[in-house]
């Protein structure tokens, strides 16, 4: 069983950044693709960025290329999400997610752990 909590979120301007991060409990953390998503009022969640477990391959929306940057510290159990050049269209609930068995980062239900979420509001 794996346990997430996320932290970070906020509000923030146009153009401002945000870090969010993700603790997770849990001996095999380091094994887990780590994904973030999002979703926003009356639209279906979808991916953002996810990073497998050994770091050396991560995958971003398109939306968010070029902008926000995953990365992960498995000693700590936690997983980031930078998100800088922050957009009104950003706005959403962020949600940390564990895959065990390395599916489609794309793909909600490849994800076997969620956390509550963070609401991230960026105003114009």
């Known amino acids: 069983q794996v346990q997430l909590v996320e932290s970070g979120g906020g509000l923030a301007q146009a153009g401002g950044s945000l870090r969010l991060s993700c603790a997770a409990s849990?001996?095999?953390?380091?094994?887990?693709?780590m994904g973030w998503f999002r979703q926003a009022p009356g639209k279906e969640r979808e991916s953002v960025a996810a990073i497998r477990w050994s770091a050396s391959s991560s995958y971003y929306a398109d939306s968010v290329k070029g902008r926000f940057t995953i990365s992960r510290d498995n000693a700590k159990n936690t997983v980031f999400l930078q998100m800088n050049s922050l957009k009104p269209e950003d706005t959403a609930v962020y949600y940390c997610?564990?895959?065990?068995?390395?599916?489609?980062?794309?793909?909600?239900?490849?994800?076997?752990?969620w956390g509550q979420g963070t609401q991230v509001t960026v105003s114009s």
């Open positions: 849990g001996r095999t953390f380091s094994r887990y693709t």
């Open positions: 997610a564990a895959d065990r068995d390395g599916g489609s980062w794309y793909s909600s239900t490849a994800y076997d752990y």
